[in-house]
Structures are given as structure tokens and as C-alpha cells.
């Protein structure tokens, strides 16, 4: 498949692809890896089978229409195992294509275990062969982060314009460990990402970062939920929309801190930009607290380009056109920056630009 070879992977040491829902071997090529790590499909993965059932469709909110639908209907899945103690340096990029030239339905899966001690860099990247069709991916993935594991995850969503997209991320945090989700989210007629993270023991770190840029008659709908359980969790989440023409962006964070979840410290904010006037955003963070002592807080900003800051970088000689373009990338910096993949971090920052 050329098409995938035009894609700016050129650094990437781990590449995993699949096409459709099935794993590409002849695309994937995967570096040095420490023993006992696995990065591949189900098949690759036969050895381990007895313990992914333990995994496998085993977090909560399974029972959820389209992740039920998934598991009812995936074929292949793309596996990653870290075990105890291992470190993997170089990032593990999974490339889902879309190929299909006629109408296709597609259910890509991924299973993460990082074991307990062990740290992981994974890129998840849903993209499409550039053909002509319309198609629906409804993806679900779920991470298993153990204890005093770390896990870096960017999940890129860049399907074209006439597609439809339901992705799942689910994740389960144990005693000590450390998650941060970069989501960003810029392709597909129709988007939706449920992004839910479950602090299940005590001292565990959150941190998500989400970027949405649509245009023309694109829809994106962003819901996220932390659940925390115990004690002395932390999270921080800053999630910003950029919406051009007639586009319909929506952000829903959901922060949850029962009882049992004293010294709870969570931070939230929705920051949004409009570029035309019937561009649109909902937003609405949310903290739902019966915990008597932590330290939350949560706001939400709409806003338009600032005509004072386009005149000075015209002042400055940068013409209009160049001077708005400036702003908007600068707007986005901030998330753009966390993807651990140069090659693509330059990509997506010259396509937001252009946006």
C-alpha cells in the first residue's frame, strides 16, 4: 500500500499496522524489543492467551452499546504486553488503516498491559488509504496501567471528511501509577471519542490533554470521565477546541470523587476558539464530589481570534492570512507538542496551520 509509505513515519522504530481490522505484518517492522515483550496481533500473541482472557473485554463500562458491538464483532486485535519491570525506550506506533474503496465497517481493537515497574510510549493513529468511500470505524481500546507503571498514549484521529468515527479508550490505574492521554482529534464527517479513566488504588496520576480542530460540516463530541476510588489521586486536564465555517464541536468532562477518595486533587478546563461565526461549541466540565477534603477546580473559555494580536504581527510586517494562521497554531502549541513522534508532530502542526 504506497499510500501508507507517504505517511511521515520515517523515525518511527515500532510501526504495527493494521488494515481494516486486520494486522499487516508485511507494513509493521518493529525494532529491538526487551524480553518478554510482545507487540503484535492476536496470533503473535498465542503464548500469552490463558492470561489475556483476563484482560480481554474485562474493563468497566464493557456493557456500553458500541464497545459490546465491538467485542461481538473484532477479528484480529492489536496486543501489547510489557512485563513486569521492562522499559520500552522507543514509542510503539499503531497504524489503523481504512482502505475500503465502497462503504466498510470496521471494529479495531488494542489491549495494552503494562505490568507493574514497566513504561510504554504508544501512539495510536486512525488514518485512511486517501481513496474514495465513505466507512465507519468503531474502535475500542483499553489499557491496563499496573503498579508504578507509566504509560504515555497519543491517540490521533485523522479519518477523512466522509467518515464516520466511535472510538473508546478505557483505562484502569493501579497504586501508583502514571497515564497521560494526548487525544487529538481532526478528521471524520461524524466523531465521537468516550475517553474514561478509573483510578482504582491510591497515589495515581492522570493527565489528559485533548485538541480538537474540525471545519466545514464536521461534528466532534468529546466525553471524558475519571473515576477516582481511593485516596491521594491526582488529575490534570485541559481539553481545546478549534472550530472553523459551520462545524459543531462538543466537550464533555466528567470528574468523579466519592467519599473514599479523600485528598483528591483534580483540575480541569475546556478552552475553546471559534473561527467564523456559525461555528459552534458546547462544553461543559463537570466535578461531581461527595469528598469533604480535596482541592478541585474546573472553567470553561469561548473565545475568537484576537483582533488587537492579528494587528500587531501585522504591524510587525506578517500579513493577515499568515498572522491568523500564527495564532491559531500557537493556540494548539501546547498539546501538539506532547506527541513523542517528531515526524508527526510536524505534520499535524503544518495541517492545523492550514486549518
Known sequence: MSEIEKLPLADVENLLVFVE??????LSRLGELPEGVVVGSLAQANLLQSQLTNYLAKQSGAEEVFTTLNTAS?????????????????PIYLL?????????????????????????????????????GTYFTN?????????????????????????FHIGKTVVSQAQDSRYTCNAISLGARLSRHNLEVYQT???????????TVIAGEQAADTHSAIAYTRPHGTSHQIHKCIVD??????????????????????????????LSPKARVDTKPQLEITADNVKCAHGATVSQLDSDEVFYLQSRG????????LLVY?????????????SLQQALSRQVAIE
Open 96 to 132: 489503523s488503516i481504512s482502505a475500503g474503496t465502497e462503504a466498510t465497517f470496521s471494529n479495531p481493537r488494542c489491549l495494552v498491559i503494562a505490568g507493574s515497574g514497566s513504561s510504554l510510549t504508544l501512539v495510536e493513529d486512525y488514518a485512511d488509504s486517501h481513496l474514495n
Open 330 to 342: 500557537a493556540f494548539a502549541h501546547e498539546v501538539i507538542n506532547q506527541i513523542p513522534v517528531a
Open 245 to 274: 465555517e459551520r462545524a459543531q464541536a462538543i466537550f464533555n468532562g466528567k470528574v468523579f470523587v466519592p467519599k473514599a477518595a479523600q485528598f483528591t486533587d483534580a483540575r480541569q478546563l475546556s478552552k475553546n476558539l471559534l
Open 21 to 26: 481490522r486486520w494486522h499487516a505484518p508485511g
Open 139 to 163: 474502535s475500542v481500546t483499553e489499557i491496563w496501567v499496573g503498579e508504578n507503571a507509566q504509560v504515555n498514549h497519543t491517540r490521533i484521529q485523522r479519518d477523512r471528511d466522509t467518515a
Open 74 to 90: 473484532f477479528t484480529d486485535a492489536a496486543i501489547i504486553w510489557i512485563p513486569r519491570n521492562q522499559s520500552v525506550e522507543a
Open 201 to 211: 488504588e491510591e497515589n495515581t496520576q492522570t493527565t489528559l490533554n485533548g485538541l
Open 318 to 325: 506578517i500579513n493577515e492570512d499568515s498572522a491568523r494562521k
